[in-house]
């Protein structure tokens, strides 16, 4: 029997993703998925981040905590393949695993040090609001950097784009949320990239999704995104 | 109070490593440091890593297990700084971290399934017989190489590096060692990056580490690293 490793979060995050659905499947496709990390103690001391803000990429190491401890398959479908084809899970960066522990890779846009409190202000985030941080480390290009490195069934960004179109109710709700200023652009980032699930990509279907407090109600048609509604959440 | 996650090693590594002291500060800087990761029950399955081979670069996720858990301070001194200059612990690579995870980039080289075991051929590896493996994920280069990116104090491979020379005992002793065909080139490539601790850099002064069940006593002298010799260790 090997030994049990306990981990306690040294960080929480703060995004606009309320639920799985919708998140990019990798970070860095959406630059405009803000997210902040917020250290908790023993680690919210400003001398723990100092000298970050040279590092322009961060390393997220997490605990997908909305997936179910010890549910977990030696294979998974990943939606890049389809969805129907099988790949072992260690050749997967699906949340489904072992260990449930997450890498991701943002960009760190600034470090905010106020009086009991330290954050951390990432763009390009996958990360889902409440998600535990295990560790930060810095990005090491010279280490880390490998354009030449083979990336098997997943060797380039995803291909498939939508037009994303709002529809004159959306516009009405967008023009109401000055608190939520880079929304639109947001929606618009995170549809071109087709989120809808592999299995399941009829025409005129509705979707919906919640950023923030808001649930966005969307289908694909033509070819195209439509936002339909934007509804405040109860 | 924030949750604890419990987490299990999916694997354990067996590599040359015996000591802390020689092993390389990055992976990929020793090619010739190979390592195997054995994968352990439940995930010692072959489907586990169906697909794995398409990957060239392989991320290993792991515990610190040397360094006692715990201990771990706000700033470090990194040896790439001299040792005297101080950075926060999430600003650096330091394996005294709050959860003591790390994280190394390695160089995937095969996948071997045998009855009853997976393991895993890597190189370039910077890993401590021994370490316990808690994820291993594809390196994805269109989201995971940005040679753009800002490496804050460590922005470029380290430049030092010392001419290695063998002494005839030495020599000798590599000649009587055909078990280990590949120990000539891993010293070499180790002590040409000089791995002497920052703040103790003496001219002439023994070293020595363990290598596999030799211990490798060298020093520096004349900007030349030379090993004296190689002790099979009782």
Redesign the interface.
Known sequence: M?????????G?VRSAFREKFGIPR????VPAAEAVIEL?P??N?P??????E????L?V?F?FHACPAGEWH??VRPPRLGGNE????????SPF?????G?S?VKLEGVDIRPGGVSLRVSGADLLDGT?V????????????????????????PESRLAVRFSAAAEAVLAARPDLPRLRELIGQLLALDPRPATCREEDRLFGFRLHDVDVRWRVAGGEAIVEELCTAQ
Chains 1, 2 share one sequence.
Do not use: C
């Open positions: 090997s030994e049990t490793y306990p981990m306690q979060p040294v929480v990798q970070p860095g496709l908790l023993p680690a001391q001398e723990a981040v100092r000298g970050l040279g590092f322009s990429h390393w190491v605990v030696a294979t099988r790949v072992g899970v260690f050749a997967s960066r695993r072992p260990n449930r522990i890498l890779l535990p295990l560790d930060l480390k810095p990005y090491l290009p010279y280490v880390e950097a490998l354009p030449g490195a083979r990336g098997g069934f997943a060797p380039a960004a």
